[in-house]
């Protein structure tokens, strides 16, 4: 079980966890991570696309033990192109690395057309059953990307037997959310919740209780004003979450990291 530090009561600050960050990405690190303590984050999910980033998050993760706490992943995206040898030498990464690692992600599936293109649907469905099939077999959580696959997403997690799931950034259907809540998942939300409709609307329907925070960084976030993530915007996810649900950001923090201890199993000392 991997031990997180907790911000003492009396600081000016409230207790959030970033809980599907893709740091291997972020620039200046030292001083995002420092930013993001100060803004209150106790711990950073870094999630993983391919071996190379898997790498990186395993070597942050030592850096900034308690952390950052890594998942380890093959996204939809990274399948484009890849050598069936290239797409066994990743899994093999993540079994052979997976007890360093609290979850297994960012995986899933993307019916996205450009994405189609270079990983067609049976290519990632193969690949994200035999991912499931380890979560499983270690009992470890999973971090999905689901665009456009959001049922087909949650059949296959069902089918896997795994109890302890996020669909991160969720825009799907309602219908969906529904049966994402009652099969006991989660979803997230991103910093995105301060405009995307599909996404507010996901954030207010689902219980507090399925809810975590994430920032998704370093995407790029915004209409008018766009700006590059990084952790320390989960403060953006929590306010947006807050206006959102009509109740105050200290209750929100309190409950959504109480969610990610939950779901990630992380230690409550």
């Given at each position: 079980m991997r031990?997180?530090?907790?911000?003492?009561?009396?600081?000016?600050?409230?207790?959030?966890?970033?809980?599907?960050?893709?740091?291997?990405?972020?620039?200046?690190?030292?001083?995002v991570?420092?930013?993001a303590?100060?803004?209150?984050?106790?711990?950073?999910?870094?999630?993983?696309?391919?071996?190379?980033?898997?790498?990186?998050?395993?070597?942050?993760?030592?850096?900034?033990?308690?952390?950052?706490l890594?998942?380890?992943?093959?996204?939809?995206?990274?399948?484009?192109?890849?050598?069936?040898?290239?797409?066994e030498?990743?899994?093999?990464?993540?079994?052979s690395?997976?007890?360093?690692?609290?979850?297994?992600?960012e995986?899933?599936?993307?019916?996205?057309?450009?994405?189609?293109k270079?990983?067609?649907?049976?290519?990632?469905?193969?690949?994200?059953?035999?991912l499931?099939?380890?979560?499983a077999?270690?009992?470890k959580?999973?971090?999905?990307?689901s665009?456009y696959?959001?049922?087909?997403?949650?059949?296959?997690v069902?089918?896997?037997?795994?109890?302890?799931?996020v669909?991160?950034?969720?825009?799907?259907?309602?219908?969906?959310?529904?049966?994402?809540?009652?099969?006991?998942y989660?979803?997230?939300?991103?910093p995105?919740?301060?405009?995307?409709?599909?996404?507010?609307?996901?954030?207010?329907?689902?219980?507090?209780?399925?809810?975590?925070?994430e920032?998704?960084?370093?995407?790029?976030?915004?209409?008018?004003?766009?700006?590059?993530?990084?952790?320390?915007?989960?403060?953006?996810?929590?306010?947006?979450?807050?206006?959102?649900?009509?109740?105050?950001?200290?209750?929100?923090?309190?409950?959504?990291?109480?969610?990610?201890?939950?779901?990630?199993?992380f230690?409550?000392?």
């Amino acid at each position: 079980m991997r031990s997180i530090r907790k911000i003492s009561s009396e600081a000016n600050v409230l207790e959030l966890i970033d809980s599907h960050a893709h740091l291997d990405e972020v620039e200046d690190i030292d001083n995002v991570l420092d930013k993001a303590r100060q803004t209150g984050v106790t711990a950073i999910v870094a999630v993983g696309q391919d071996k190379s980033s898997n790498q990186a998050n395993l070597q942050l993760a030592a850096r900034y033990p308690g952390f950052v706490l890594p998942a380890l992943g093959l996204h939809p995206w990274s399948l484009a192109g890849m050598e069936t040898a290239q797409i066994e030498q990743s899994l093999e990464f993540i079994l052979s690395n997976l007890s360093q690692a609290p979850a297994i992600g960012e995986i899933g599936l993307d019916y996205d057309k450009r994405v189609l293109k270079g990983a067609g649907k049976e290519l990632q469905q193969e690949v994200l059953k035999r991912l499931l099939e380890i979560a499983a077999r270690f009992n470890k959580p999973v971090s999905l990307h689901s665009r456009y696959a959001w049922k087909d997403c949650l059949r296959a997690v069902k089918d896997s037997g795994l109890t302890r799931a996020v669909f991160h950034w969720y825009t799907g259907f309602s219908s969906t959310l529904a049966e994402i809540v009652e099969a006991g998942y989660y979803i997230s939300a991103t910093p995105a919740a301060e405009y995307h409709e599909e996404h507010r609307r996901a954030v207010r329907e689902a219980p507090l209780d399925r809810l975590l925070l994430e920032t998704d960084s370093p995407v790029n976030y915004g209409r008018e004003n766009r700006y590059r993530s990084q952790p320390s915007d989960v403060l953006r996810s929590l306010k947006a979450f807050a206006e959102i649900k009509g109740m105050a950001e200290e209750e929100i923090a309190r409950i959504t990291t109480a969610n990610a201890r939950v779901l990630f199993k992380f230690d409550q000392s």
